[in-house]
Structures are given as structure tokens and as C-alpha cells.
Nanobody, 127 residues
Framework: QVQLVESGGGLVHTGDSLRLSCAASGHTFRSYAMGGYAMGWFRQAPGKEREFVAVISWGGGNTYYLDSVRGRFTISRDSAKNTVYLQMNSLKPEDTGVYYC???????????????WGQGTQVTVSS
């Protein structure tokens, strides 16, 4: 059984920081570098579509970000722990939403490219 479990969300104020974690388990992620999957973070605000936030390659050498979070957010992975992180600094109210991690065979911005999804963790940034 493949499972992605996010944690680390919460209620913070503008300018604060949070670090989200995504723990991967299951046979798919047991092999080297979490099975060779690229790992992405997405978010969904109320009434809006799910949007791409960041993605990291299976080896960790390549990353891409949504323009509005570049320079504030950092995605990283620890394959030994089967865990992906999203460090979020200088948070803004527009960063509010449910944050999801996802695993896919390619680095992509589209949700359809990802095979596995977590249940999400709520991030709320108050002004």
C-alpha cells in the first residue's frame, strides 16, 4: 500500500515560517531515491483549483517553484527517511490553503502527472 502523509501545517501570522513534511511509505518508495519518483507540493485555497507550488527531482538535484513562492519556499528531500519537506518562510495570507504532497514519474506542474497524493495539511496565514 502506497501512502503519503503530510504534517506540519497550522495557523500562523504574516511573516512567520512553517515546515511541512511528507512521509512516504509502501513498496513503491522502498527502493533507491524513493523509487525514482519526483515529489511535488500543491495547494488549494477555498473555492480555487489546486495549484502547483514546488517540485523536486528524484535525485534532489533539480527544483522548480511557483513564481510567487520562489525565494520564500524551499523544497528538499531526505530519501533515507522517505520524506520530502517544504520550508515556508515569510508567509503571506495568500499562502493560505490545504497543502498536498504528490509523487510522479516526471517533474511537472500539472496535477494529472502525479500518481499518488496525500490527504493534505491545512496552512492558515492571518494578516
Amino acid at each position: 500500500q502506497v501512502q503519503l502523509v503530510e504534517s506540519g501545517g497550522g495557523l500562523v501570522h504574516t511573516g512567520d515560517s512553517l515546515r511541512l513534511s511528507c512521509a512516504a511509505s509502501g513498496h513503491t518508495f522502498r527502493s533507491y531515491a524513493m523509487g525514482g519518483y519526483a515529489m511535488g507540493w500543491f495547494r488549494q485555497a477555498p473555492g480555487k483549483e489546486r495549484e502547483f507550488v514546488a517540485v523536486i527531482s528524484w535525485g534532489g538535484g533539480n527544483t522548480y517553484y511557483l513564481d510567487s513562492v520562489r525565494g520564500r519556499f524551499t523544497i528538499s528531500r531526505d530519501s533515507a527517511k522517505n520524506t520530502v519537506y517544504l520550508q515556508m518562510n515569510s508567509l503571506k495570507p495568500e499562502d493560505t490553503g490545504v497543502y498536498y504532497c504528490a509523487a510522479g514519474r516526471v517533474m511537472a506542474r500539472g496535477t494529472s502527472e502525479y500518481n499518488y497524493w496525500g490527504q493534505g495539511t491545512q496552512v492558515t496565514v492571518s494578516s
